[in-house]
């Protein structure tokens, strides 16, 4: 048995539960029960298995819209997080509306009983292929502050499928986003879903000891779990878990405990 000394648990380990389509999306063909079925029981899997936070997201209702998605949207959103919490009374929940839209988020978070929102450009204008996204700071903040909401944002830098407009490097975004958007944590990608982090970015961000957490946010897997949980305070881990290591399909439970292993239990 591995002793207690061995184990990070100052390290967050966020599993993600991709939802498939939603109703209203164009591929949507689950009935809304098959789906709350799945996100519950892939978040179980998830918490047996030691993760301490899943971050539910819209994975499958592309094309995204690119900002305000539609009412059916939160509604199904607000009752698959509200399962999950019902479930899973003490887990750390996340949520992430795609593309955009912080305040759907927010809304779904607080009615939902989840603790954070996932926030994908959070300062400055990105060229997506949804068009210019622009995040909206000021707006997210205020919203949160009328709501009296204790919902912690965790924005992307740099976010994967897109190119920031505003900001040159990695660096000027992060500072931004901590000390001008006020973000409670960050997180460094790869170029898209399940692409690898560079090093080198996770480095920087966490170089400039900004007093928010750095999370590494894409492409993390059980060979490069412990190299990233040295160089940052934790990972969003979500391809790698499923079946065939695609995003889109269901978790994996054997690839779940595999990896857990491994992130749990470093290597000396």
Known sequence: ?????????????????????????????????????????EAQILARAGFDSCLLENFGDVPFHKERVDPITVATMTRIVASVRRELPDLHLGVNVLRNDALAALAVALAGGANAIRVNVHVGATATDQGVVEGRAAETLRTRRALAAAIDIWADVHVKHGSSLAHDTIIEEARD????????????????????????????????????????????????????????????????????????????PERVERFMEVARHPSI
Do not use: C
Not at 6 to 16: A, I
Not at 189 to 217: F, Q
Not at 223 to 241: A, H, T
């Open 1 to 41: 048995m591995t002793s207690a000394a061995s184990t990070r648990p100052e390290k967050r380990l966020v599993g993600m539960v991709h939802l498939p389509p939603l109703p209203g999306s164009p591929q949507s063909a689950l009935e809304l029960s098959a789906i709350e079925e799945r996100a519950v029981r």
């Open 177 to 252: 986003a901590a000390e001008r958007g006020l973000a409670d944590a960050l997180i460094v990608t790869g170029k898209a879903t399940g692409w690898k982090t560079e090093v080198d970015d996770l480095r920087a961000v966490r170089e400039l000891e900004l007093g928010v957490p750095i999370y590494v946010g894409s492409g993390v897997h059980e060979r490069n779990v412990d190299l990233f949980l040295r160089e940052s305070d934790g990972v969003i881990v979500g391809s790698s878990l499923k079946e065939e290591g695609r995003a889109a399909k269901p978790l994996d």
